[in-house]
């Protein structure tokens, strides 16, 4: 399938790994990330559970591509990303969990430095291969402050629904918030931010509520994230929870 770049987005960069990974490694360098998504639901424990890779390949210093699955990379709530291991259940009633698509979030673009410590990205998602195929467009921006050890990053994210609109694939705002503190070899941080299709936000917005953490352990980090995904808003609910575990490394520094 041939994907074109249509999404732009901006961005600031800081020293650690932001938790969507949208940094720009060396020119030659490529960032591997692996994660794992599952949900945490009352019901749904482990259902669906996926795994969904990201790669960001550094071009020429302020050019790289992306190939990214994760929800993290596409600044949304819940899991189910990737490549599907586990599905959900349809309904509760239902005997077993089945992947209806087996590859689910596929995305691919484009980051650009526009200025020092300002960065444009750029791509097209695919939120599902079925039928009718379910492609999205996305526009954000990505804004850091850090002050000593302590950063704060929000990344206001408008995606627009291309095909499949009919099947639920709607315009949506999706403004995830950090908050966080650098450690020696890694970092802590609250979630937050706001969640909702705009055609009917007002009675279906979510305020997710999480908290996560990395370390790097020989070039390699190792992070997670856990959260509430409707802790506050219309439909708030401690039953829709979701978790991350990832394993993230650069290769190829000059």
Known sequence: MRLVLIMLAV?????????????????GAVTARLSVETDLGKHSTFEPLSVAPDLVVGLDGRWAATLQHSRA???ELGAGNGLCMVGPRETLGDMEATCRERDTGLGVGALVRAVPGLTARGGVIVRGTGTPL????ALGVVAVTQSGRWWTLA???FVSGLTGRE?????????????????????LYLRSGIDGTLQ???????????VGGSIVIRGVRI?????????LG???ATAWRSAALYVETTMGRP
Do not use: C, M
Request: glycine share 8%; net charge negative; aromatic share 8%.
């Open 11 to 27: 961005a600031t960069a800081r020293a650690n790994a932001a938790p969507g990974a949208w940094e720009i490694p060396e020119p």
């Open 73 to 75: 990379s596409h600044a």
């Open 134 to 137: 379910r492609l999205a467009a």
């Open 155 to 157: 990344a206001p994210t």
């Open 167 to 187: 099947a639920g694939n709607r315009d949506r705002v999706q403004v995830p918030v950090y908050a966080g503190l650098t450690l020696a070899s890694g970092e």
């Open 200 to 210: 009917t936000f007002h009675d279906t917005f979510a305020v997710p509520f999480g």
């Open 223 to 231: 992070g997670a994230e856990a959260k509430l995904d409707k802790a």
């Open 234 to 236: 219309p439909l708030n």
